[in-house]
T-cell receptor
């Protein structure tokens, strides 16, 4: 248990569905991240939030919409996804503050399948 | 752009033996951090060890040690006394100015009895 919890663990959705992934951390961290892990590819950074403000968006399609209502919660809203969006979506948190640090903890991920 | 290279897609090691997983990186930054994570089949990324670019001594955490050779830009992970539970994917990652980690493609380690 790393202190970062993701729900659901598995999700199957149709291309016309709307769903949301949830991430929660109670580590007192100020930065939260969404990563995408596709088969045989390195982890791809999608979004970074620091103190509830988005500070980085790596050219992610608009069908992925993040939301960070407070420093403990991060959502990824999904709509009209494509089959190639099927992947493991990992949430992470760190102390943040504008500098990398030695603590970056990940959740267990949500395995998403788009049918 | 920062780049992490892990050249070993898969490795085998016998139980109780030591194994080295390779990682090289490319950066023009003087200040950066290097990380190793373990990802079992469950999917969770488990932090193993960290090395700062200015740290003079190699990092160690229990059975994990990081062989940091700054001039060669390598940060190899050494696992001593391998256990069956060490079978997993292992990712090398680097952080530089900014927030997030850049990851390599990973190495799949299988520990055999």
């Amino acid at each position: 248990e790393t202190g970062v919890t993701q729900t659901p663990r598995h999700l199957v959705m149709g291309m016309t569905n709307k769903k949301s992934l949830k991430c929660e951390q109670h580590l007192g961290h100020n930065a939260m991240y969404w990563y995408k892990q596709s088969a045989k590819k390195p982890l791809e950074l999608m979004f970074v939030y620091s103190l509830e403000e988005r500070v980085e968006n790596n050219s992610v399609p608009s069908r992925f919409s993040p939301e960070c209502p407070n420093s403990s919660h991060l959502f990824l809203h999904l709509h009209t996804l494509q089959p190639e969006d099927s992947a493991l979506y990992l949430c992470a948190s760190s102390r943040g503050g504008g500098e990398w640090d030695t603590e970056a903890f990940f959740g267990q991920g949500t395995r998403l399948t788009v049918v | 752009a920062q780049k992490i290279t892990q050249t070993q897609p898969g490795m085998f090691v016998q139980e109780k033996e030591a194994v080295t997983l390779d990682c090289t990186y490319d950066t023009s930054d003087q200040s950066y951090g290097l990380f190793w994570y373990k990802q079992p089949s469950s999917g969770e990324m488990i932090f193993l060890i960290y090395q700062g670019s200015y740290d003079e001594q190699n990092a160690t955490e229990g059975r994990y040690s990081l062989n940091f050779q700054k001039a060669r830009k390598s940060a190899n992970l050494v696992i001593s006394a391998s256990q069956l539970g060490d079978s997993a994917m292992y990712f090398c990652a680097m952080a530089h100015s900014g927030y997030a980690l850049n990851f390599g493609k990973g190495t799949s380690l299988l520990v055999t009895p």
